[in-house]
């Protein structure tokens, strides 16, 4: 967890320092939200551009290790709605779980695409079972067969990423200043090592929102160095 009045304080105190102009808290909760679907989505990036690396020694196997945990804070399980409706704040998906029978003998379902889907429906030699169930999905949610090629819909769970919460620097207006209500806040829910990459994001934001470049560039300076370090 990374504390938000912390990111906010730093924010404000670099931006300050900067001569670049006060960020107000809703200028602020707007960014930060931005900035952290940002960082969010760059761990998935950098997992797949890590995992391409060639003949991994120790230094990139920690890298990995670090992305791993930091998606795994996000990992949790959910129930298709009716067997089709995926949960509202899914981000990527796992795992498709079933229990055809209603006993506790789960089955993880087979993902094919649309085409395999149809193909599966029309053939009894490659049809679904009770023991190997496949699903396809799109925009409606998700679609499960099992045995005789029939459609289930009860007893349908799912492995799945789930989406950031949205944070909020919550505060009292007070003789006209903004302070801080831990009460009504929601921090990020992002790892520790993260809380530098969330101020200098939300920075680069407000460069461009208060048309302030030189809050940009120090975003961006912050940016090199720290594919430098990503680099020795």
Request: with cysteine; net charge negative; hydrophobic share 35%.
């Amino acid at each position: 967890m990374v504390n938000i009045d912390t990111v906010y304080q730093r924010v404000l105190t670099i931006a300050n320092k900067e001569q670049r102009g006060y960020i107000t808290p809703l200028e602020f909760n707007l960014m930060a939200n931005q900035a952290q679907l940002d960082v969010f989505e760059q761990y998935f990036y950098d997992k797949n551009q890590n995992e391409k690396i060639p003949g991994n020694d120790t230094d990139y196997s920690d890298v990995s290790g670090m992305l791993n945990e930091k998606i795994s804070m996000f990992e949790t399980f959910g129930n298709i709605g009716g067997g089709t409706q995926l949960p509202n704040d899914l981000y990527r998906l796992n795992t498709v779980n079933i229990d055809v029978l209603g006993n506790g003998n789960i089955r993880e379902a087979e993902y094919v695409d649309h085409q395999d889907w149809t193909r599966l429906r029309h053939s009894p030699l490659t049809a679904a079972t009770n023991d190997r169930p496949v699903y396809t999905r799109d925009s409606n949610g998700v679609f499960v067969i099992a045995a005789n090629n029939e459609q289930v819909f009860a007893n349908i769970t799912c492995n799945y990423i789930r989406q950031p919460n949205k944070v909020e620097w919550g505060y009292d207006v007070v003789n006209e200043m903004a302070l801080y209500q831990p009460a009504t806040s929601v921090n990020f829910e992002h790892h520790p090592s993260d809380e530098t990459e969330l101020v200098m994001k939300i920075l680069e934001l407000a460069g461009i929102i208060i048309n302030k470049p030189g809050l940009v560039q120090i975003a961006g300076n912050e940016d090199i160095q720290k594919i430098q370090q990503e680099k020795m």
